[in-house]
């Protein structure tokens, strides 16, 4: 199958895959897997924080974070496409009590001037503004990339009123080779910021949650309470160090894999509102007279490719070490004839 459904569903490489044989091994609880360790001084460093957690998803990540900084009835302050609001099982008020207050940025992406008027004013009668989320690259915004300038100016606004700030990093990879902008320059004014290694990065699941030394020390207090350690956590994090070392030029290959499927489908018929193509996502809607996007992904799936339904009509195509070329040419074929006049 030529599967753009998602970065989620990439294949470890035989070479990641055995790396995992020679990788020294102890209880991460007790601080004593060599290998997890060095995964953690690694991403602390490429962030430019402190310390950093190995956690078992993205999702660990953004919901420990809620639940360090913020008390129940803070106030989270998102764009309404966000995944901690979306794709979280309501996990914010279930587990942390909080509010999440929703902003209609363009692509995911707010302003500034978005940041200042959804903070609070004090009142007995309000949620307390708490905490800032940006999600870098915003995935349902057609994985667009952050300015910035943009996080500079929003970042600031929020730490002028007393917010912590929060970056969910999933695709923040992504942005750094197509932008040149390092990762602990993206990651600067934010308390705390995580890398997933199970999307682009290509390893079987992990993520690392970034912040001081204090925050981190939180974190591994609230994965005990939600799960306890991974003990010979090392299978994992060999993984995840393998992509670091092999797969970060793999996603410039995605990323321009996904610009140019999107450069040839543009201009077909049934095309419509395609969102720019900033990464490793393509997103757009399909026009009345075509079929519906449910309809065009068993179209698809009958030509061996996946990709992804996102409403009646909107589509979600993903680049990832699963896919090549020449599957991206079997797509675009695949897509012109279903979308042509």
Sequence with gaps: MHDFYADTKSIPTRPMLESILSASLGDEQKGEDP????????????????????????????????????????EVICDASCHLLNYECGSPAALSGVVMHTLQGENGIFSNEDVLKAIRPTSRYMPVSKMLLV?????????????LETIDAVTAEAKSAGLVTHMDGARLMNAVVKTDISAARYARDFDSVWIDFSKGLGAPCGAVLAGSAEFCEQSWRQKQALGGAMRQSGVLAAACLYSLDHHIKQLA????????????IQDLSGVKNMLPVDSNIIIFDVSENSPTAAEIVELLRNEDILVGAFGDRRIRIVTCLNVDEASGDKLVHALTSILKD
């Design 35 to 74: 290998t997890t360790a060095l995964l953690e001084s690694r991403v602390a460093e490429l962030l430019g924080k402190e310390a950093a957690v190995f956690m078992i998803s993205g999702t660990m990540c953004n919901e420990i974070a809620v639940r360090v900084h913020c008390d129940p009835g803070d």
């Design 135 to 147: 999600e870098q690259t915003s995935n349902l915004g057609g994985g667009a990339i952050w300015p």
């Design 253 to 264: 290959v995605d990323n321009a894999l996904a610009a140019s499927i999107g450069e040839r």
